[in-house]
C-alpha cells in the first residue's frame, strides 16, 4: 500500500461530520473530555412526561455543545422535534413496531466565510415513551 493524500471534504461537510459526531457521542464516551457528546443518550428509556420540556432540555444542551465544540459555527440555532415512525409488515399490513424519531435541525452562519449553514440529523429512540 502506496501512501496517498486523502481527499478533502468542504468546510461545510466537515462541520457536517462534527456535528454528527457531538450528537452521536456519550458523555464520557470519548475520555479525553468527558463533557464532549450529546445529553440525548442520557434521556434515552425515559418516560416524558412534558414534551416541551425535553425539547427545551435537548436545544439548550445541544446549542451549548455545539458552541463549545464546533467553533467554526456562530449564531447558532437549534430547532428539535419529534415524530412517530411507523414500521407496517408488508405481508399482513399490520403495524408492527412504533418508534420515536427525533429531528434535531442545527442553523447558523460558517464565521470563515459568513456562508449561511443548515444540517438535519435523525436520531430514532426506542422505547421514547410520552405520557
Request: hydrophobic share 35%; charged share 30%.
Amino acid at each position: 500500500m502506496e501512501k496517498q493524500r486523502q481527499p478533502r471534504c468542504s468546510l461545510a461537510d466537515s462541520i457536517r461530520q462534527h456535528i454528527h459526531l457531538i450528537l452521536r457521542t456519550h458523555f464520557n464516551e470519548y475520555r479525553f473530555d468527558p463533557r464532549f457528546g450529546c445529553m440525548v443518550w442520557d434521556k434515552d428509556f425515559e418516560t416524558i412526561r412534558s414534551v416541551y420540556k425535553w425539547k427545551t432540555e435537548l436545544i439548550d444542551a445541544f446549542g451549548k455543545a455545539l458552541k463549545s465544540y464546533e467553533k467554526r459555527l456562530q449564531q447558532i440555532q437549534v430547532v428539535v422535534d419529534l415524530d412517530d415512525q411507523k414500521i407496517i409488515d408488508p405481508q399482513t399490513h399490520k403495524l408492527i413496531e412504533l418508534r420515536k424519531r427525533i429531528i434535531i435541525h442545527a442553523a447558523g452562519t460558517i464565521g470563515q466565510t459568513n456562508e449561511s449553514f443548515q444540517h438535519t440529523e435523525y436520531i430514532f429512540f426506542s422505547p421514547l415513551s410520552l405520557t
